[in-house]
């Protein structure tokens, strides 16, 4: 069968992509595959069989076959976080890059309305509040940026049950493809003309979208080398996971539900922080054989913890002739791996400032009851380049300003958290790439960082698609 589009990745980018092209033309023929699973076979055989750390695969490789269920699969690494949809143009990507802020906040609202269709909660947080500006006064004095955002939290529980009911909706209308790698992509006269999976089998289409996710940035980059698409680098973010008891971040869960801050250190660096999960659990994400600190929250109080956590992240621009980014941040990361044989570390600050690694009686002495149990105490100053620590430690002294508490003895850190970006391949407007009908997008072409713009960036390409097939 010849397809109209071949959409290679089930993230958000991919899953909107498809949804837009088949709601908009209920006669194309669509290919969606991901080399991870559908969302019932989506299992972490850490949390369901509560192991240690990841088990390793028949290849060798520490974590699942075919490919990691945390990051991959129907729903992407989305999938498993705590489903915050961020409504705004101000943070979680690059679209602004290539459109116009309001139509890309329209896009924005539009995946909204979809998730709301499926099941999504009505509650959505308002960031022009009187308290808000109390927060944000406090952050401009010692030189913290807050960005403002509504903020509708979905919860993971919720989150799962919104991609089933889309997966239910588009698994008739849609063929779906999973545990199933693509290897190639087809190329003729500069043109398109379909994907080769690993086992040789060759799928013809017109178009083809390239949403692969973070987790296939690098398959994304070694296509665009071997096709002539330019590329250029962008960031790496690398930093940890800060835990903490709730009652010390109350005032911003609650009016904000997540601080999102921006601070420039004494040493230059950005620091921001990420993904906050008020009464959420710290996790392990494994990227391509990386272990990973994370977190998500349940939208439900009983699944809770008692803690919040959210994350630092240091971002790190590298000048030629260096140009792996990625590989730089995958390096220190293995570094702590190793560390904990085949874990993270968990430390706490105030052994972090008195230069002694974490043992586990001070952990368990400790105020804070780590939420990942599997973690390793141990020292992250043997792990993380001296900027980026003593960014980490400038920005967490800043927040105690803002939320008072923070910077004491027993808060957690665990590390390393990174967040890839893809080298960015060069684009037109419509994020085609100079091969007739081969688009790109989402987290692992470093267009967008988050659920929002990847939902968003999914659906433009789709209604570009669609001028064409119409």
């Known amino acids: 069968m010849k397809y109209d589009c071949i959409i290679v990745g089930a993230g958000p980018a991919g899953v909107f992509c498809a949804y837009e092209l088949v709601e908009k033309n209920p006669k194309l023929k669509v290919l969606l595959i991901d080399k991870g699973r559908d969302i019932y076979s989506r299992k972490c055989p850490v949390n369901e069989h509560k ?117 239910e909706y588009l698994k008739d209308k849609v063929e779906m493809h999973f545990q199933e790698e693509v290897s190639d992509i087809i190329v003729e006269d500069n043109k398109v003309k379909g994907i080769i999976n690993k086992n040789g089998v060759r799928y013809d289409g017109d178009n083809v979208f390239l949403g ?15 096709n002539n698409i330019r590329m250029t680098h962008n960031q790496v973010d690398i930093g940890v996971r800060v835990e903490t008891n709730d009652i010390i971040m109350e005032e911003i869960n609650k009016n904000l539900y997540e601080g999102k801050f921006i601070y420039r250190t004494s040493v230059g660096t950005i620091v921001r922080t990420f993904c906050s999960n008020p009464s959420g659990h710290v996790v392990v994400e494994n990227h391509s054989g990386t ?57 706490r600050y105030g052994d972090i400032c008195k230069g002694r690694r974490s043992t586990q009686k001070r952990i368990d002495e400790g105020f804070v009851k780590p939420s990942l149990k599997e973690a390793v105490p141990g020292d992250l100053g043997l792990v993380l380049p001296y900027n980026t620590m003593k960014s980490i430690i400038e920005m967490i002294e800043a927040l105690n300003h803002v939320t008072p508490g923070i910077a004491n003895e027993h808060t957690l850190f665990y590390g390393v958290e990174a967040k890839f970006y893809s080298a960015r391949p060069e684009i037109s407007n419509n994020f085609e790439t100079r091969i007739n009908g081969l688009y790109v997008g989402g987290d692992g072409a470093g267009l967008t960082r988050g659920l929002a713009q990847a939902g968003a960036n999914g659906v433009y390409v789709a209604r570009d698609i669609l001028k064409k097939t119409n």
């Not at 602004?96 to 896009?107: A, H, I, M, P, R």
């Not at 808000?132 to 919720?158: C, D, F, P």
């Not at 296939?216 to 080398?225: D, T």
Request: hydrophobic share 35%.
């Open 51 to 167: 192991l240690d750390k990841c088990p390793v695969n028949k290849n060798g490789i520490s974590g699942c076959n075919p490919a990691c269920s945390i990051t991959n699969g129907f729903g992407g690494a989305g999938a498993f976080s705590d489903g915050k949809f961020n409504i705004t143009t101000e943070f979680g990507g690059w679209l602004t890059d290539y459109l116009d802020d309001d139509e890309v906040l329209k896009l924005i609202k539009y995946v909204d309305s979809i998730n709301l269709k499926f099941g999504a909660t009505e509650v959505i947080t308002d960031p022009t509040t009187d308290k808000v500006r109390e927060i944000e006064k406090r952050g401009y004095a010692v030189g913290l940026k807050l960005l403002r955002s509504q903020v509708r939290h979905l919860g993971t529980e919720n989150n799962l049950k919104i991609l089933m009911r889309i997966y």
């Open 212 to 226: 692969v996710g973070r987790d296939g940035s690098k398959w994304l980059e070694e296509m665009c080398k071997k």
């Open 291 to 347: 272990m990973l600190a994370n977190g998500h929250a349940y939208a439900s109080k009983e699944l809770g913890s008692n803690n919040t956590n959210f994350a630092l992240l240091v971002s790190h621009k590298f000048s030629e002739p260096f140009d792996l980014p990625n590989e730089y941040a995958h390096q220190v990361s293995r570094l702590a791996n190793e560390l904990s044989c085949g874990s993270i570390i968990v430390q």
